[in-house]
């Protein structure tokens, strides 16, 4: 988990309320993304950015939005439009290379959940 | 699309015995492979990757894999388990193709139990 600080660890959000999970690296990375974790449905993306003030959709976007105004920091809005928020969330960065096999570094988690 | 399955849920095995977590993939073209391993509550940590060359790769903790093209599989193994081995183990896949960006798509996770 090193390099990598997700926080709050834990989280309630109340009916028709917005919450906002914070992601900061100091890993000098340029990607970082999102991940829903649920029981049995593996980690599944929601949000990417390869670079400042750009992202991406992932597979499960709705619901949810992000900024990317700074390299370390890639806060994730979880708003009331997602009906089931509760779940484990993951953010993780890694490098850009022309490689391609850039391994991604994981924060500890945020378990958010619905009062 | 890219895909990766995992078909055990959960693997039971013997302190000192061998251990294996199968994972099979599907993409349209080569892929980029990965191992992680998260504890409870915890983030994911890197095990090892296959990128080309060697079928075998070593990874972390003494844990290896086998890259199988023709069976399209990327099997987990390590030779003598120990107890610290319990937790949940992800399989994941990039396709090397330029459209699937740097996306990583993950199974749906081994939980792997190693008794004394």
């Known amino acids: 988990d090193g390099g990598i600080t997700q926080s709050p660890k834990y989280l309630f959000r109340k009916e028709g309320q917005n919450v906002t999970l914070s992601c900061e690296q100091n890993?000098?990375?340029?990607?970082m993304y999102w991940y829903r974790q649920d029981p049995g449905q593996g980690l599944r993306l929601i949000y990417y950015?390869?670079?400042?003030?750009?992202?991406q959709k992932g597979d499960i976007a709705e619901g949810y939005s992000v900024s990317r105004e700074k390299k370390e920091s890639f806060p994730l809005t979880v708003t009331s439009a997602q009906k089931n928020p509760t779940a484990f969330y993951l953010c993780?960065?890694?490098?850009?290379?022309?490689?391609?096999?850039?391994?991604?570094?994981f924060g500890a988690g945020t378990r958010l959940s619905v009062l | 699309a890219q895909s990766v399955a995992q078909p055990e849920d959960q693997v039971n095995v013997a302190e000192g015995n061998p251990l294996t977590v199968k994972c099979t993939y599907s993409?349209?073209?080569?892929?980029?492979l990965f191992w992680y391993v998260q504890y409870p509550n915890r983030g994911l940590q890197f095990l090892l990757k296959?990128?080309?060359?060697?079928?075998l790769v070593k990874g972390s903790y003494g844990f290896e894999a086998e890259f199988n093209k023709s069976q399209t599989s990327f099997h987990l193994k390590k030779p003598s388990a120990l107890v610290s081995d319990s937790a949940l183990y992800f399989c994941?896949?990039?396709?090397?193709?330029?459209?699937?960006?740097?996306?990583?798509?993950f199974g749906g996770g081994t939980r792997v139990l190693v008794k004394p």
């Open positions: 993780a960065s890694s490098i850009v290379g022309a490689g391609g096999g850039d391994i991604q570094y």
């Open positions: 890993l000098n990375h340029d990607a």
């Open positions: 950015s390869q670079i400042v003030n750009d992202f």
């Open positions: 993409v349209s073209g080569n892929p980029y």
């Open positions: 296959y990128i080309t060359g060697d079928n």
């Open positions: 994941a896949v990039r396709d090397k193709g330029k459209a699937a960006g740097n996306k990583l798509t």
